[in-house]
């Protein structure tokens, strides 16, 4: 079955009906017609957002001056949990399909009790096996409610102090030298810099960088070195540049192939795209150094922090890093950072049109937001 008709069926596969959702700015999207009006406490809206970059973001994947994201909210009881889940084009997903999926469990979610968060996320993604960002939405909007509700930051709910927040690096996209330096300059406030490479270009961007900074450096190769050998050389050389590990330097599948890298280099290697969920940590034992835990990528809050535990348990190091998004989701990643050794937590200090304040940075150090919930405000109201 292709994914076009598998949307077509999910509805019916999950026992629930598809309708259309409220936006949460403006008119509806897509030609929607206006939803009628709902008698029912309990709500759940769905809007497209585009979040605008203050530089064109290029990886080893892409290239963008934008990102579109789903962004949901969860109303019960005149409380509402915002949530966002930012498509990831590595796994096939996009903002269109991800908002049909999470309007395709709107009465699954509408009907269930929010309490028991545990099974109702275990059923949202069984229904939605494969659109991770729209699962995501849906997480943190729940987390984000029961946060409220419970008049607590969901930092107190998982029993973290806030103080042990890491500091967060800044991610420097693939550039030319001469936009590559500017960017260097404009994150003087962050002690350690987030670098892309996986280019034919790795050297120069590192010359750029280095021209500018004697800033520690974290590298992410975003799986763009294909040959070990290759991979084995480049390391070691960013090793001499003042580099504190290496993200993915291969293609996730090369999983022995990264083997014998890791065994013939100087610097620590953390899991990216070959750690997805929880079940994919214990493998890379002896492969990988630590992993870096996305809730975009698992699903939501609820695996993340199962991801986190089981790393940890298995003696691998723990970062937490996110997309380009807005702070909705960069917030709830936040609210986990007490528990890892590294952040990568700048997805909202990418965008120029950021709806909501929530986790703030002080010289790299992460300062999470003292509200029940996730602890947004609308950006409108930023003095």
């Given at each position: 079955m292709n994914r076009r008709d598998w949307m077509k069926t999910l509805g019916a596969a999950c026992l629930v009906g598809a309708r259309h959702g409220v936006p949460l700015h403006g008119?509806?999207?897509?030609g929607e017609d206006a939803p009628s009006a709902t008698t029912s406490s309990t709500a759940l809206e769905t809007e497209i957002v585009r979040l605008q970059l203050r530089h064109t973001w290029?990886?080893?994947?892409s290239s963008s001056a934008y990102r579109d994201t789903l962004y949901v909210r969860f109303t019960r009881d005149g409380i509402t949990g915002h949530g966002?889940?930012?498509?990831?084009?590595?796994?096939?997903e996009n903002a269109a399909g991800a908002r049909q999926a999470a309007e395709s469990v709107r009465d699954l979610v509408t009907a269930a009790d929010p309490w028991e968060f545990e099974k109702l996320h275990a059923e949202i993604a069984h229904c939605l096996s494969g659109q991770y960002a729209a699962q995501t939405a849906l997480d943190i909007a729940l987390m984000d409610w029961v946060g409220q509700k419970l008049g607590i930051p969901l930092y107190r709910y998982f029993g973290l102090d806030p103080n042990d927040a890491p500091i967060t690096t800044f991610s420097i996209g693939i550039d030319t030298p001469a936009i590559t330096r500017q960017k260097v300059r404009e994150a003087e406030s962050f002690p350690v810099l987030k670098?892309?490479?996986?280019?034919?270009t790795d050297e120069a961007t590192i010359a750029a960088v280095r021209s500018v900074t004697r800033k520690?450096?974290?590298?992410?190769a975003n799986e763009g070195w294909k040959n070990k050998e290759e991979a084995v050389r480049k390391i070691n050389w960013l090793a001499t540049q003042g580099v504190e590990f290496v993200e993915q330097p291969m293609p996730a599948q090369m999983l022995e192939e990264t083997r014998w890298v890791h065994e013939r280099v100087h610097l620590p290697l953390i899991a990216d795209e070959a750690c997805q969920h929880a079940g994919d940590v214990p493998k890379l034992v002896g492969i990988f150094d630590g992993v870096n835990v996305k809730l975009d990528k698992a699903g939501g809050i609820l695996e993340a922090f199962e991801m986190i535990q089981i790393a940890r348990a298995l003696g691998l190091r723990t970062m937490l890093g996110c997309m380009v998004s807005s702070s909705v989701s960069v917030t709830a990643a936040a609210h986990l950072s007490p528990l890892v050794d590294y952040a990568d937590l700048d997805g909202n200090l990418l965008i120029a049109n950021d709806p909501f304040s929530g986790v703030s940075v002080k010289n790299g150090k992460l300062l999470l937001p003292h509200g029940p919930g996730l602890g947004l405000r609308p950006a409108e109201k930023i003095s």
């Open positions: 008119a509806p999207l897509q290029t990886t080893t994947m966002e889940g930012a498509p990831i084009v590595r796994y096939q670098i892309k490479v996986g280019l034919d520690p450096l974290r590298v992410d």
